[in-house]
């Protein structure tokens, strides 16, 4: 401390300051005890109020010493408003000045004994030392309550080393996942996520008041979810994603009224959701999938004005969906696939969602129309129906949805507009320019493919309209989707051939077209996929041979070509399919013999080469074979499993009991 006025340290003629610096030198042994590094080092409460009390009673045991003294009522006040450097402290009116190196205000009520003709400034240092004492201990006390709430939390953990050097040995803020405030070192963030802890959370949790931030996630926490975590009123983040926690979400959990971030995914919670939630003002993030939460969802989240996303899937609620849920102006996401919700969907008139970007509400009970005010929501880039009872024709207002990137409709009971013979909504959503995925399989749509198909997005990947009715021919259009990887439109009734534009469909990965009416030709330009890994053409009425160039396809994996009308012999091509893991060509007509080159087909798990009406005697004992294989393979216990030795010879018997009836069609 620097002073101001020199004047001030000046000791009138005959004045004794034994005292004072007795005094003085008890005030400082207390203010150095109180600060030391160690908590063991430092005087408990007890011994603060003896030594504080001593040095009392020695001050007013010679307050008769000299006139220079007297008791008094009054009061210290700090300043800092006119020079932040500077503070001056009045006692009935007498102004002392100083020097310090703080910035701030305080004002204490005090009673001192303090000099009236000539103040000094040994006692203001031995007030601010006192001071600073009683701070020190304030500030020692809240610590060892973090530290004693830390201990108490990894003596419920099973396999407490996993969480490394928590040590009383160490500073509690070195602790591993331990984060502190700089200032009073007090606990803020704790986490300890993927670790593979075990065990309770315990209720000393809640005694870490000034915590912000608690993420366990990704351990093996069983138990309930104490309601003591309600205290941390500072709490803004609580992870608890992914353990065994069971029981219900505490209601009281509102207490925690600056949350914004509650993560409790893949647990085991019960009961219902806290219509509480809706208490918390500033939560934006709220994700409670994966548990086994019953009821309907509370209308009181519809308040919760911030929120941004909201994830409640694969859990047991029913009822209806709040229909305020998505005029949250801030929501972003919501998903509540997975659950018995029905109704309705929340697509009223008015709708205002024009921050919505994901909107999942697939495998519920929820039926009605596709409301067109589902425009309304222009943001929307990923729209998830799918496995629901919605009814009535897809409408075309979703090509108002310019940023659609997903729509996915499947297993429901859509269907055309009435009198219509193709799919107009394609001509909608040609509008959609970041369209990548389209499902609308197992609906009853009754109509044809329009040409105009091949004015759907560039970006288009992946189109799946299988069991829907759809008859007519595949238009050649379809070839301009070059981007596309997956086409399927199984279980149809389509006619005609398979478009040979499809092989300019580079990218292509999986074409299903089984169980329709399709004929013609295998297309040479099949050929050019060379990143093919699927050809499913099964239950159609192609004729004609296998193309020879089919060994281009090289990464062919499943080639299923049965119950068609195909003839000649099997190209050798075939066998040299290496990567080949699924092959069905049954049900044809091929002629000539199996070529030996079916041993190079070392990666084939299935092969089927029966035609009708031949005998199957052979591949009967060849099932039975791998059938007895696969069981003694998979013997719980391990002595009554076959070991690589035996599992080699049997397959290679199997092998050979294969080719040896090669000439018998199997």
């Not at 610096?21 to 005087?43: A, D, H, V, W």
């Not at 979810?225 to 219900?248: A, C, F, M, Q, T």
């Not at 979703?398 to 909504?425: C, H, I, S, W």
């Not at 002629?591 to 591949?619: K, W, Y």
């Amino acid at each position: 401390m620097e002073v101001v006025d020199d004047g001030l340290l000046r000791i009138e003629d005959g004045r004794d300051v034994t005292v004072l610096q007795t005094i003085l030198s008890s005030i400082l042994e207390l203010g150095l005890r109180c600060s030391e590094e160690l908590p063991n080092g430092r005087f408990d409460i007890k011994d603060v109020v003896a030594k504080v009390n001593k040095i009392k009673l020695t001050l007013l045991g010679n307050r008769n010493r000299g006139r220079y003294y007297r008791k008094f009522n009054g009061s210290i006040a700090v300043s800092s408003r006119v020079y932040p450097s500077v503070f001056f402290v009045y006692i009935d009116g007498t102004r002392i000045v100083g020097h310090a190196t703080f910035e701030y205000s305080v004002s204490l009520g005090c009673k001192l004994i303090m000099p009236i003709e000539r103040p000094s400034i040994h006692l203001l240092l031995a007030f601010l030392l006192v001071h600073s004492c009683v701070l020190q201990l304030s500030q020692s006390a809240s610590n060892f309550t973090d530290q004693s709430a830390l201990i108490a939390f990894n003596s419920k953990i099973n396999n407490a080393h996993s969480a490394g050097n928590w040590s009383t040995t160490t500073n509690f803020c070195n602790w591993i996942g331990v984060t502190c405030s700089l200032r009073r070192q007090r606990v803020t963030a704790l986490n300890l996520s993927y670790l593979g802890l075990q065990g309770t959370i315990s209720p000393h949790v809640g005694n870490l008041s000034f915590l912000v931030s608690l993420d366990l996630s990704n351990n093996s926490f069983y138990g309930f979810l104490p309601h003591e975590i309600s205290r941390l009123h500072r709490l803004r983040e609580l992870v608890l994603s992914y353990n065994l926690l069971e029981g219900s979400i505490p209601p009281t959990i509102h207490n925690c009224h600056k949350l914004e971030y509650l993560s409790l995914p893949g647990n085991k919670f019960n009961g219902s959701i806290p219509k509480d939630l809706g208490m918390l003002p500033m939560l934006r993030y709220l994700d409670l999938d994966g548990n086994r939460l019953m009821g309907a969802i509370p209308w009181s989240l519809s308040n919760v004005s911030s929120l941004e996303f909201l994830n409640l899937e694969s859990n047991l609620l029913v009822g209806t969906i709040p229909n305020n849920i998505l005029n949250i102006s801030s929501l972003q996401e919501i998903s509540l696939v997975q659950n018995s919700l029905y109704g309705n969907l929340p697509l009223d008139a008015g709708l205002s969602c024009t921050n919505l970007e994901i909107l999942y509400l697939a495998h519920n009970k929820l039926s009605g129309h596709i409301q067109s005010d589902i425009s309304n929501c222009s943001n929307l880039a990923e729209v998830d129906f799918g496995r629901n009872s919605l009814s009535g024709p897809i409408p075309k207002s979703l090509g108002n949805l310019k940023y659609l990137r997903v729509l996915v409709l499947y297993d429901n009971q859509l269907t055309a507009e009435p009198g219509e013979q193709e799919m107009t909504f394609l001509s909608s959503l040609s509008s959609c320019i970041f369209l990548e995925e389209l499902v609308i399989s197992f609906n009853s749509l009754n109509t044809t493919i329009p040409d105009y198909i091949g004015n759907l997005s560039i970006s288009l990947k992946k189109f799946i309209a299988s069991y829907n009715q759809i008859k007519g021919q595949i238009p050649m259009k379809i070839g301009s989707l070059k981007n596309l990887t997956f086409l399927d439109l199984s279980y149809n009734n389509l006619t005609g051939n398979i478009p040979s534009t499809l092989g300019g469909v580079e990218g292509l990965q999986r074409l299903h077209l089984r169980v329709n009416n399709i004929g013609g030709n295998i297309p040479k330009e099949l050929c050019q996929l060379r990143n093919l890994g699927q050809l499913v053409l099964s239950h159609n009425k192609i004729s004609g041979s296998i193309p020879n160039c089919i060994g281009n396809l090289n990464l062919l994996q499943r080639l299923n070509l049965s119950h068609n009308g195909l003839t000649s012999s099997i190209p050798l091509e075939v066998w040299s399919l290496e990567n080949m893991l699924f092959l069905d060509l049954s049900s044809n007509y091929f002629g000539g013999s199996l070529s030996p080159n079916m041993r190079e087909l070392d990666a084939i798990i299935f092969i089927d080469l029966i035609e009708e009406g031949r005998d199957v005697t052979a591949l009967q004992t060849i099932l039975s074979s791998i059938l007895e294989l696969g069981l003694r393979c998979s013997e719980e216990l391990p002595n009554g499993r076959l070991d690589i030795k035996d599992v080699v010879a049997k397959v290679n018997k199997i092998k050979l009991t294969l080719l040896g009836n090669r000439n018998r069609g199997v």
